[in-house]
């Protein structure tokens, strides 16, 4: 896992909700499949009002036309990120886009936890409106160990939540691999019980 993530940043507000993430109709791609994987990329943050992404005229878009990645690694959002549905396509999505990380006041909290048992990426918390502070394009700089964001572009600096008890799952890639570590899991399948 990164301990330091240097990007631009994507500004979004509250209620982010998963069909925002990643609509519905991108949900026929399978992301098992590599080609298929990176489709979700392409249409990660699609779904969110032109009027609530980027600036107000949505001169910014999250992807750009043609591409499946996206310029922002880092997207810093409001309350209750995540909401709505329970799918695991939308961390996957972000994941997909090249997104890192993910700073928000409050996540659902099964969007916090497929994003981490899944390893996709890293929600972090604040308890700074940092949606208010920040703005999309800003260069923002993460300290994981240091528990701190700092806008590179104002030179503020902003302090987040620690990522406790979830930190070695990430870590690891996610919790299939956490266990494996961990010792909890084996790590191949016993064929004497075939």
Do not use: W
Not at 32 to 47: H, K
Not at 140 to 157: A, F, H, M, P, S
């Amino acid at each position: 896992m990164e301990t330091r993530i240097r990007s631009l940043a994507y500004v979004l507000g509250d209620n982010i909700d998963t069909d925002q993430i990643i609509p519905a109709r991108y949900l026929v791609y399978n992301p098992a499949d590599p080609e298929e994987y990176r489709m979700f990329g392409r249409y990660a943050l699609s779904g969110v009002p032109t009027e609530r992404a980027g600036l107000p005229d949505g001169r910014i878009p999250f992807v750009r036309d043609g591409e499946y990645t996206s310029d922002y690694q880092v997207v810093i959002a409001g309350k209750n990120f995540g909401c709505g549905s329970s799918r695991e396509h939308a961390p996957i999505a972000l994941n997909a886009a090249g997104v890192k990380a993910v700073v928000a006041n409050s996540y659902a909290r099964i969007f916090f936890r497929n994003a981490v048992n899944g390893g996709y990426l890293i929600p972090l918390e604040t308890a700074e409106r940092l949606c208010e502070e920040v703005r999309t394009g800003d260069v923002v700089e993460i300290d994981i160990d240091g528990c701190l964001l700092t806008n590179i572009t104002t030179g503020k600096q902003y302090r987040l939540r620690p990522l406790g008890d979830v930190r070695p799952i990430i870590a690891a890639g996610g919790i299939f691999n956490y266990a494996r570590q961990a010792g909890l899991v084996p790590n191949q399948p016993d064929s004497s019980s075939a």
